[in-house]
């Protein structure tokens, strides 16, 4: 059974992550930061009301990593911190959650209570720790630096209350669960949103080739051989019950084209024929490992929709949909 939902989510990715969204020669800064030095924030800029850009200097990423911070309405009292990540469309060079055209999550902050931090540059990564350098982006650890040297970093620097959240979209979703798992503790909720969350056999293997292939890369590169212990240590099937006193929200459509679809829609048909594809298959994904969840005592909030397809303007509305459950975790 696995296997078979895991197919019908390799038959929906191959359209569109088998496509790099990495240009030609680019690639991260190269690395510059000592692996004996201690994470710190170096510099901290006011792009605009509320929202800031901090450049972290990460010993496990031996460079600069970016990340943006949104500010919450209320400074004046401790709030909780949401990390957001990007999926395999994401950039290098900024967030997709903050894009106007995309995550556009500025405006839905604005009158909220929590700070939000979106970490730049993790497209084709799946946010893990790497075992080798990557070709184009280097030293990739992107767990150490979002679970253990980002959030010490984020409390002390802003007035947190110390209780934290992930979420993602597509190949951010799969990864938000899983780093949820490996930091048992860290956060209080989790959010998947259009994910699909098999690593393991044949097909699971396919589909993690499929993400980093975006980045130009192998999964051994990042795992190691197949079936080595990285690859059991990485499967969210067999570690839900990590998820133990965690709240989870996990979202899709049906792949039915619904309200943001109109005939004004930019190549309308690739949108709803790919995007109806790779929803339904997220779906498959979705209602199995929510079964899985549950079997294992794991507080899971299933949003099933009626209609739609993997695309932006259903994650915004799956975030408005999770906030409370997110607020209320934040809060405590």
Sequence with gaps: MRSALALSCLVAGVPILATPTIAAGESLPASSVSAQSAPEITSVVELSSGVLLLDVASPAMQRTVQVK???????SVPQGTLYLLDGNSGRTDDSNWIDPTAGNVVPFFADKNAFVVLPIGGTGTMYTDWQEDHPKFGRLKWETFLTKELPPLIDAKFNTNGRNAIGGISMGAEAALMLAQRAPGLYDAVAGYSGCYTTVGGFGKAL??????NGMATSEQMWGPVDSPAWREHDIFANA?????????????????????TLETPELARVVIVGGVMEFGSTLCTDQISQV???????????????????????????????PLLESALAG
């Design 69 to 75: 911070v949104l500010s919450p309405s209320d400074t």
């Design 241 to 261: 019950d990590k998820l133990r006193g965690t709240k989870v929200y996990l979202s899709s459509g049906t792949g039915l084209p619904g309200p943001h679809e």
């Design 208 to 213: 993690t080739d499929l993400v980093v292939i």
């Design 293 to 323: 969840l549950r079997d294992n005592g794991v507080d899971v909030t299933r949003s099933a929709q009626p209609v739609g397809i993997h695309g932006w303007p259903y994650w915004r509305d799956e975030l408005v949909r999770s906030w």
